[in-house]
């Protein structure tokens, strides 16, 4: 069932557990997520780039997102991820978005505040809830990663604004990490004990799992993950091609990717303890 935002972080946080969000590209990778979902009985969230709601792509995938979260047994929550302005996000909802970040975290604070605050009061005649950020998630690429959130700046962002959750940083980046991160933790409490929100880990491809643990039980919610789905969507299309037996119908070859996909999502679904929790 399609659901929004604020439902299904509600669901988490009842059950102190946290929500995977997956980063999804074509249809192949929407299924194997979804089936993972139906098969692990568990709630999710498929999330779009906003790159990905542009008139060429939007016009094709959005319409199977909804159609196939409607159709779901488990409850999955169509979202926009990095929103950069209120233009994406109009364009987001428009087409069926039951979920939107709006990601001011370039920005300096009052701009920051002033924009998300601007889009959750549109959101909410709509009733969808809002994710925004505030310390600034860059790329494992970045030279430093110097503005982890402070719990004093999340507790103001958060009145402010009236977002449903929040993305922090607290020593979490986007891509695969070049070494094993270490997430702060008491941070992360910290936060959540000023904030009252429940938080959102971006950039979860490839965090170790006792960490990933960790920050469930110190308020994380929603974990997002897209470098990992494209790493399986890749490598379920490479074991096809060196399949010498395969079959160039493109059903057929997709399969394998939508399979390695379908495994990753599962895996990802236990770690953040969210299996059997749509039941
Ligand atoms: P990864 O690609 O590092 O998993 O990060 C995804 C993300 O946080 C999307 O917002």
Excluded at 96 to 123: R, Y
Excluded at 125 to 152: K, Y
Aim: net charge negative.
């Amino acid at each position: 069932m399609l659901v929004n935002l604020q439902t299904i972080i509600g669901m988490a946080e009842q059950g102190k557990y946290c929500i995977p969000a997956f980063n999804v590209y074509n249809t192949e990778t929407i299924m194997g997520v979804l089936d993972a979902a139906e098969e692990a009985k568990a709630p999710v969230i498929l999330q779009l780039y906003p790159r990905l709601f542009n008139e060429e792509v939007g016009f094709y995938l959005c319409p199977s997102i909804v159609a196939a979260a409607q159709r779901a047994s488990v409850p999955v929550c169509f979202h926009l991820d990095h929103g950069p302005s209120e233009w994406e996000a109009t364009r987001a909802l428009r087409w069926g978005c039951t979920g939107i970040m709006l990601d001011g975290s370039a920005h300096d604070f009052d701009k920051n505040v002033a924009m998300t605050k601007h889009i959750v009061d549109t959101c909410a005649a709509v009733g969808i809830g809002v994710e925004g950020e505030i310390g600034h998630v860059g790329s494992v690429n970045d030279e430093v990663m110097d503005e982890f959130t402070t719990p004093e700046e999340a507790a103001a962002f958060v009145k402010a604004t009236g977002v449903t959750c929040l993305a922090v940083l607290i020593g979490n980046a986007h891509g695969h990490y070049k070494k094993p991160p270490k997430l702060d933790i008491d941070r992360v409490k910290a936060i959540r004990e000023a904030c009252g929100v429940p938080l959102v880990l971006h950039g979860g491809s490839g965090i170790p799992e006792d960490q990933v643990k960790a920050a469930i039980a110190a308020g994380i919610r929603k974990m997002n993950i897209g470098t990992d789905v494209c790493c399986a969507f890749a490598e379920g299309t490479k074991a096809t091609i060196e399949d010498p037996g395969r079959s160039i119908a493109i059903d057929i070859f997709m399969k394998k990717p939508i399979q390695y996909v379908k495994q990753l999502a599962l895996e990802k679904i236990a770690m953040v303890g969210a299996a059997g929790k749509a039941e």
